[in-house]
């Protein structure tokens, strides 16, 4: 692929990702050549649409991404246009990254008696530039899927869309159900499929009776994240996930089991202080809003794998506060 083929590739990603996602009556990309203007830089023109900049670069010319709400919307929340300046940073990102692929490869033509090593080391410094989180890593992976398998790269936009949707509507909400927390890991494990392959099996072991029970929103998806990225992730050969919920009498278990690397290398990476930070945060988290009735525990063996568990008293999503913070009952 080309880099301008790429650059169309990564804005189209944008903006039906942008489309998809806010739901709105559409969003096209134009050319802006406003120079006073930043990604973080909002204009609201003719009262239902919005203009963020976005820099194209080192030709310095600039582009837009042109929101418009509809007929019987008018406004964007705040989360939405914070959604929005992170896609538009984003691109802005992935096109500096391509700038800087194409002056790599001219550079190496010319200087032909380096080109191997010079590419390699080159390419493994882009990679590690243009991954910097999961949206960067997920536009990526789509921008690769648009030319050879279009299909494959519409669904996996519509899967980060689903996502950033769920990112949207509970990120004030303390509280969401089991089964909403599954729905959401089960699409953000989709994606995550495309990085590992067939390598990834995914396990859901939901009991039915806790579907509607209520635990902090988002509190398993950093112990997937670590399972992914320090067990899973340096693993060779087939990697299993499993994630189970069940009722214990007054308290629902929940678990992230992974059958990685284990403790010899997760002691490492956590010397580090790469893993202990986001477990340490859930324990924290867990410990703040059910006032010490919350249980959490990490255990990892050397080439076994390891396990996250959750025990909190069961309470239902439906006898909670809408704007409660605190796991207590009306």
């Known amino acids: 692929m080309s880099s301008e083929s790429d650059a169309s590739a990564i804005f189209e990603t944008g903006r039906v990702l942008a489309k998809k996602t806010l739901r709105i009556a559409d969003a096209v990309i134009r050319p802006d050549d406003s120079a006073e203007y930043s990604a973080d830089t909002v204009r609201c023109d003719y009262g239902h ?12 010319s600039g ?33 500096e990254a391509i700038d800087r692929e194409k ?5 190496a033509r010319r200087e032909a008696h380096l080109v191997k090593q010079l590419v390699e080391a080159e390419l493994r410094a882009l990679r590690a530039q243009i991954n910097p ?13 648009i ?24 990120h004030d909400r303390p509280f969401s159900s089991v089964n909403e927390e599954i729905s959401f890991l089960q699409t953000y494990l989709e994606i995550e499929r495309v990085r590992f392959g067939d390598r990834l099996q ?16 988002f509190i398993l998806q950093p112990l997937v994240e670590n399972s992914l990225k ?34 010899s290398v997760i002691k490492k990476v956590a010397s580090r202080d790469c893993i202990g930070l986001g477990l340490r945060n859930v324990e924290e988290r867990l410990q703040t809003v059910y006032r010490g009735d919350a ?34 009952r009306i």
């Open 295 to 328: 249980q959490f525990r990490f255990e990892s063996v050397p080439r076994i794998g390891s396990r996250a568990q959750i025990l909190i008293p069961i309470t239902r999503k439906s006898q909670l506060r809408e704007d409660a913070t605190e796991a207590v």
């Open 202 to 217: 995914v396990n859901f072991d939901i009991e039915a009776s806790t579907s509607q029970l209520a635990i902090p929103t």
């Open 230 to 263: 320090h067990g899973l992730g340096p693993k060779v050969g087939e990697n299993l996930l499993t994630i189970r919920a069940r009722q214990l009498s007054q308290h629902l278990e929940l678990t992230v089991e992974d059958n990685g690397v284990g403790a």
């Open 147 to 170: 030319t050879a398998e279009p299909e494959a790269a519409e669904e996996m936009i519509i899967r980060l869309a689903k996502i950033f949707r769920h990112v949207l509507t509970y």
């Open 133 to 145: 989180h999961f949206l960067f890593n997920s536009l990526n992976s789509i921008a690769a899927l």
């Open 103 to 107: 002056e790599n490869i001219e550079r």
């Open 49 to 60: 649409e919005y203009v963020f900049h976005i820099s194209k670069g080192s030709d310095h």
């Open 63 to 95: 582009a837009a991404l042109v929101i418009t709400t509809g007929a019987g919307r008018h406004i964007l929340f705040n989360a939405e246009i914070d959604f929005l300046r992170e896609v538009c940073l984003t691109i802005e990102r992935r096109l």
